[in-house]
């Protein structure tokens, strides 16, 4: 099964992606997690794209495509995966169709996980996140066992660069001009669905699986 988690940055794609990959046994493969990886690691890519990542812009369709076209031909990925912020342009869902054709392959399911801009600033207010294992919480909706400590690894969470809210309008406002356009792409080609994300996040995994099957 290959899926695509299409939404505005903080509207739960990641939270999904997480529950969907344990579920259905494929890679969840996330740009920004790689990004910061990329980052955390001092790599050549993580440099030029903090440079974009700390003004909310988008890294360079360049700099994103290659890397996700090779990380889905790994043997990890034949079964199929979910993809979490990727493709955010035309472009690259341009380069992510071409790349699967040469294989004889098509994507299965976008999923739009629909949240208004209203409740995105206080999503990514209080998103909180481990730059050590990547996991995710927030302050108020699904937070960590004891604060300021993640769950999973122990290592202390954070509020990221990018989630503060000068700029969290500049992202919000690159989704509308440059990501939302996916929606009519996939709708265009029958494979999108529509989930409401407002609702508490098991009530949205439940209707994401009412899609997928079980
Ligand atoms: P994205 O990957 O789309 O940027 P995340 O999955 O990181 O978004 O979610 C953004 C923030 O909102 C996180 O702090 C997460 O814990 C929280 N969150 C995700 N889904 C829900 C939901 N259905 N209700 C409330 N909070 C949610
Ligand atoms: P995310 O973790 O998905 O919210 O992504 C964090 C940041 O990484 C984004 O604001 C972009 O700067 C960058 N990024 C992640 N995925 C992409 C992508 N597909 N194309 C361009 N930039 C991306």
Redesign the pocket.
């Known amino acids: 099964m290959k899926i695509i ?1 299409l ?11 997480k529950q969907i990959a344990a579920k259905y046994q494929i890679p969840h493969i ?1 740009t ?1 997690d790689i990004f910061r990886a990329n980052i955390k690691n001092g790599t050549e890519l993580g440099k030029k794209a903090k440079t974009y990542m700390d003004q909310g812009a988008l890294v360079p369709d360049e700099l994103t495509c290659d890397l996700v076209m090779d990380r889905i031909q790994q043997d990890d990925c034949k079964n199929g995966f979910v993809l ?2 990727f493709p955010r342009t035309i472009p690259q869902a341009q380069a992510l169709d071409a790349a699967l054709k040469k294989i004889s392959q098509t994507m299965d399911f976008a999923i739009d ?1 629909d ?1 208004p801009d209203e409740n995105i600033v206080n ?2 207010g ?4 481990c730059l050590n294992c990547g996991a ?7 937070p960590t066992k004891t604060e300021g400590k993640c769950d999973v690894c122990g290592n202390e969470t954070v509020l990221r660069d990018d989630d503060k809210p000068e700029t969290v309008q500049k992202r919000l406002s690159v989704y509308h001009e440059q990501t939302q356009p996916l929606i009519d792409y996939y709708k265009n080609q029958g494979i999108l669905k529509s989930v409401d ?5 098991d ?2 995994f439940t209707d994401i699986v009412a899609i997928l099957g079980e």
């Open positions: 988690m939404g505005a940055p903080g509207a739960g794609k990641g939270t999904q992606a996330s920004g979490d912020g996980v949240v999503r990514m209080g998103r909180r996140a995710t919480y927030h302050i108020e909706f699904n994300g407002t609702k508490p996040m009530d949205v």
